[in-house]
């Protein structure tokens, strides 16, 4: 890929070719949304020959402007175009005039060394293709109950299809994606694939599937719970709001139980003991897979706790684990734009060159030779640096976007000698130079072999995992056997503490389980239940485990009567009830899934002790904990926390607009006395 530095780009710019092929889009706020433009840029040189600006060996295609104001039909547009990494046509504004059969543009603009650019004015010149489109967006508007009924349908039938995968004895889906078949139990995958094709019902849908994200995010499972929750507590909350209920009250009500009950659910909580209670949990969140079970207990005990855990697809059939060098950041990425699995929101990158320097990035041309070397060698580039500017940000995202480059920016978390301390150690996992001004080492006279590698690299919006490549292995081991002599050797206490931290992260390694199976059906739903199995018991050692099967929740609900004794507002005692209703949803519905009465089930749970609860597997009441029937408490928290957060907002809606949908032209003309 040619970058062209700024002083090289001549002065004078014209427009020899373009087509309207898009048009204005504005919405009935007077707002133009979009304009879309193709055609060919080319500069005037001083041998009066003509070179057409390219990007990766294409010409600029397409271009999108974000509007400022509209008067009287005289559109003015601003943005940011990037010819190129060195920034060319940084800024410019163009001005439309809109006639009825011809139209006026002005471009004009600067380099990003401030010199302008000659303007020229285009009028009758360009070929329309298709008009341009002026659109006011119009919506449907719902009030009142017909808005929460419509919200309401699309939420029974998302967490329809869900429920039913609850429980050990839980069916599974079947997820059809164009001409590819999946075969799901997990819940949150599912919840994201529905799409309802009535706008408010899928707009309740949303809600839900939005319940399902976070509680993903945050604890990695008990998703289906956590709709079945927000289902019932939705439910109820409508029914009463019918019968002339004070919907914030309610909304109040909920919150404060959902608070008090959540601080019962800690104080009720215990630790992770050992290996029995991490094969338990993971294999309960896998579906009662015992193997995976023991593959992740397995994981753990080699990693530790401060180990990661990453996810991969096999080549055979066999599912297999091995641990490798490896560390976890606690920092995302800096902008979603560079995510690359959309499914997961994450970014990916294999055998990734890792850039790595204590000094914020200010510019774009300090990274030009490396992002130059990246592109030709078609590696993707991992940045973990103290800072970078947003224009360096927005031109390495916009780059990123058009296939440029393959790029992702970690700003390195910490203060001081520890963060200092952590990038020395991401360098030695990756095998980088630290560009440091401290040791001489600057961005500008920065070279590709300055550069790090890393056979993997998974970023979240808030953790990094690095896998370190082979060839880093020997000087890991001497840097962390320097580090245990420079602790045995220290008597601070603040040293011995930081010290510790760092060889825990640096030889933690990480556990690399490659899932194997015979059909990619099987496979897709094997990484699923792994992934599950996996957070949860991540989320087990920092919260500690309740009991399972659901009787935590049934448990608490038995704590609501006096709770509601300190609620003065009769509609916040209602709002009470309603969620100890909703606490014992999930207990049926396991009871259901399994064959069994579910009232019944749950009437004999309330009668018992906080440990015993009905084992759906075994088909018996007993001591949950003995029997290794345990879920992790923060992902009971976070279920209860999200569901009763997206209930309260559904209550309180009182008017709902959605786009109005059109009805589809029949592909053949009616024939009157034919019917069609």
Same mark, same amino acid.
């Given at each position: 890929?040619?970058?062209?530095?700024?002083?090289?780009?001549?002065?004078?710019?014209?427009?020899?070719?373009?087509?309207?092929v898009g048009g204005v889009v504005v919405e009935s706020s007077?707002?133009?949304?979009?304009?879309?433009?193709?055609?060919?840029?080319?500069?005037?040189?001083?041998?009066?020959?003509?070179?057409?600006?390219?990007?990766?060996?294409?010409?600029?295609?397409?271009?999108?402007?974000?509007?400022?104001?509209?008067?009287?039909?005289?559109?003015?547009?601003?943005?940011?175009?990037?010819?190129?990494?060195?920034?060319?046509?940084?800024?410019?504004?163009?001005?439309?005039?809109?006639?009825?059969?011809?139209?006026?543009?002005?471009?004009?603009?600067?380099?990003?060394?401030?010199?302008?650019?000659?303007?020229?004015?285009?009028?009758?010149?360009?070929?329309?293709?298709?008009?341009?489109?002026?659109?006011?967006?119009?919506?449907?508007?719902?009030?009142?109950?017909?808005?929460?009924?419509?919200?309401?349908?699309?939420?029974?039938?998302?967490?329809?299809?869900?429920?039913?995968?609850?429980?050990?004895?839980?069916?599974?889906?079947?997820?059809?994606?164009?001409?590819?078949?999946?075969?799901?139990?997990?819940?949150?995958?599912?919840?994201?694939?529905?799409?309802?094709?009535?706008?408010?019902?899928?707009?309740?849908?949303?809600?839900?599937?939005?319940?399902?994200?976070?509680?993903?995010?945050?604890?990695?499972?008990?998703?289906?719970?956590?709709?079945?929750?927000?289902?019932?507590?939705?439910?109820?909350?409508?029914? +009463? #709001?019918? $019968?002339?209920?004070?919907? =914030?009250?309610?909304?109040?009500?909920?919150?404060? @139980? &959902?608070? !008090?009950? *959540?601080?019962?659910?800690?104080?009720?909580?215990?630790?992770?003991?050992?290996?029995?209670?991490?094969?338990?949990?993971?294999?309960?969140?896998?579906?009662?897979?015992?193997?995976?079970?023991?593959?992740?207990?397995?994981?753990?005990?080699?990693?530790?706790?401060?180990?990661?855990?990453?996810?991969?697809?096999?080549?055979?059939?066999?599912?297999?684990?091995?641990?490798?060098?490896?560390?976890?950041?606690?920092?995302?990425?800096?902008?979603?734009?560079?995510?690359?699995?959309?499914?997961?929101? +994450? #970014?990916? $990158?294999?055998?990734?060159? =890792?850039?790595?320097?204590?000094?914020?990035?200010? @510019? &774009?041309? !300090?990274? *030009?030779?490396?992002?130059?070397?990246?592109?030709?060698?078609?590696?993707?580039?991992?940045?973990?640096?103290?800072?970078?500017?947003?224009?360096?940000?927005?031109?390495?995202?916009?780059?990123?976007?058009?296939?440029?480059?393959?790029?992702?920016?970690?700003?390195?978390?910490?203060?001081?000698?520890?963060?200092?301390?952590?990038?020395?150690?991401?360098?030695?996992?990756?095998?980088?130079?630290?560009?440091?001004?401290?040791?001489?080492?600057?961005?500008?006279?920065?070279?590709?072999?300055?550069?790090?590698?890393?056979?993997?690299?998974?970023?979240?919006?808030?953790?990094?995992?690095?896998?370190?490549?082979?060839?880093?292995?020997?000087?890991?081991?001497?840097?962390?056997?320097?580090?245990?002599?420079?602790?045995?050797?220290?008597?601070?206490?603040?040293?011995?503490?930081?010290?510790?931290?760092?060889?825990?992260?640096?030889?933690?390694?990480?556990?690399?389980?490659?899932?194997?199976?015979?059909?990619?059906?099987?496979?897709?739903?094997?990484?699923?239940?792994?992934?599950?199995?996996?957070?949860?018991?991540?989320s087990a050692m920092n919260e500690g485990l309740v009991p399972?099967?659901?009787?935590?929740?049934?448990?608490?609900?038995?704590?609501?009567?006096?709770?509601?004794?300190?609620?003065?507002?009769?509609?916040?005692?209602?709002?009470?009830?309603?969620?100890?209703?909703?606490?014992?949803?999930?207990?049926?519905?396991?009871?259901?899934?399994?064959?069994?009465?579910?009232?019944?089930?749950?009437?004999?749970?309330?009668?018992?002790?906080?440990?015993?609860?009905?084992?759906?597997?075994?088909?018996?009441?007993?001591?949950?904990?003995?029997?290794?029937?345990?879920?992790?408490?923060?992902?009971?928290?976070?279920?209860?926390?999200?569901?009763?957060?997206?209930?309260?907002?559904?209550?309180?809606?009182?008017?709902?607009?959605?786009?109005?949908?059109?009805?589809?032209?029949?592909?053949?003309?009616?024939?009157?006395?034919?019917?069609?």
């Amino acid at each position: 890929m040619a970058v062209a530095a700024a002083s090289q780009v001549e002065r004078s710019l014209r427009w020899t070719s373009g087509v309207v092929v898009g048009g204005v889009v504005v919405e009935s706020s007077g707002l133009v949304t979009a304009v879309s433009l193709s055609g060919r840029w080319e500069v005037e040189g001083n041998k009066k020959q003509n070179s057409t600006f390219k990007r990766t060996g294409r010409p600029v295609q397409a271009v999108s402007f974000i509007a400022v104001s509209v008067v009287a039909g005289h559109v003015t547009l601003r943005t940011e175009l990037i010819m190129d990494l060195a920034g060319t046509l940084k800024h410019f504004s163009l001005h439309v005039f809109v006639k009825p059969h011809a139209a006026s543009f002005c471009l004009s603009g600067k380099e990003l060394n401030g010199k302008p650019m000659a303007c020229r004015l285009f009028q009758n010149s360009i070929q329309m293709m298709n008009k341009f489109v002026v659109r006011a967006g119009p919506k449907k508007i719902v009030f009142d109950r017909k808005c929460r009924e419509a919200l309401q349908a699309g939420i029974d039938k998302l967490a329809d299809v869900v429920s039913v995968t609850l429980g050990p004895k839980g069916r599974n889906v079947v997820l059809g994606d164009s001409e590819t078949l999946k075969v799901i139990n997990d819940g949150v995958t599912i919840a994201k694939a529905i799409e309802l094709p009535d706008a408010i019902e899928n707009a309740g849908a949303m809600l839900i599937q939005e319940v399902a994200c976070k509680v993903n995010d945050s604890a990695g499972d008990g998703t289906t719970t956590a709709i079945i929750l927000a289902r019932e507590m939705i439910k109820s909350g409508l029914l +009463t #709001v019918a $019968f002339k209920g004070n919907s =914030v009250s309610l909304k109040r009500g909920m919150e404060k @139980t &959902v608070k !008090e009950l *959540i601080k019962i659910l800690k104080k009720r909580s215990f630790p992770v003991k050992g290996e029995d209670d991490i094969r338990a949990v993971a294999s309960i969140s896998a579906g009662n897979d015992n193997f995976i079970g023991d593959l992740i207990a397995e994981a753990i005990i080699k990693i530790g706790r401060d180990g990661i855990i990453t996810v991969e697809s096999s080549s055979t059939s066999e599912t297999s684990m091995t641990v490798e060098e490896g560390m976890k950041i606690d920092k995302g990425y800096m902008s979603p734009h560079f995510i690359t699995n959309q499914d997961n929101s +994450t #970014v990916e $990158f294999e055998n990734a060159k =890792v850039l790595v320097t204590d000094q914020k990035i200010s @510019t &774009v041309q !300090e990274i *030009i030779p490396i992002l130059e070397k990246t592109t030709q060698l078609a590696v993707p580039l991992l940045i973990i640096a103290e800072d970078i500017t947003k224009q360096v940000l927005e031109t390495l995202v916009l780059n990123q976007k058009r296939g440029v480059v393959r790029v992702a920016v970690v700003k390195c978390p910490g203060l001081g000698d520890g963060k200092k301390a952590l990038l020395q150690d991401i360098a030695l996992l990756t095998g980088a130079d630290l560009l440091s001004k401290d040791l001489g080492l600057t961005l500008l006279g920065a070279t590709s072999d300055q550069l790090g590698i890393a056979r993997k690299v998974t970023i979240t919006c808030n953790v990094t995992t690095i896998v370190a490549d082979p060839s880093t292995k020997s000087e890991m081991r001497a840097r962390i056997l320097q580090m245990k002599k420079d602790l045995a050797e220290t008597d601070n206490a603040c040293l011995s503490r930081k010290l510790s931290e760092r060889i825990a992260k640096l030889s933690g390694g990480v556990a690399v389980i490659k899932v194997g199976a015979d059909t990619e059906v099987e496979l897709e739903d094997r990484r699923l239940r792994i992934e599950d199995a996996k957070n949860a018991t991540f989320s087990a050692m920092n919260e500690g485990l309740v009991p399972g099967g659901c009787a935590a929740l049934v448990h608490l609900s038995e704590d609501i009567p006096q709770i509601k004794q300190f609620l003065e507002d009769p509609d916040e005692q209602i709002g009470a009830e309603i969620v100890r209703k909703a606490l014992l949803a999930p207990a049926k519905l396991i009871a259901a899934n399994a064959g069994v009465d579910g009232e019944f089930v749950v009437e004999k749970i309330r009668a018992s002790d906080w440990q015993t609860g009905y084992n759906a597997m075994t088909d018996r009441f007993e001591d949950l904990v003995d029997a290794g029937v345990v879920d992790p408490c923060c992902v009971t928290r976070c279920a209860l926390e999200n569901a009763v957060s997206i209930a309260g907002l559904v209550l309180t809606a009182q008017a709902i607009l959605v786009q109005k949908t059109k009805k589809p032209k029949p592909l053949v003309p009616h024939v009157p006395g034919i019917s069609p």
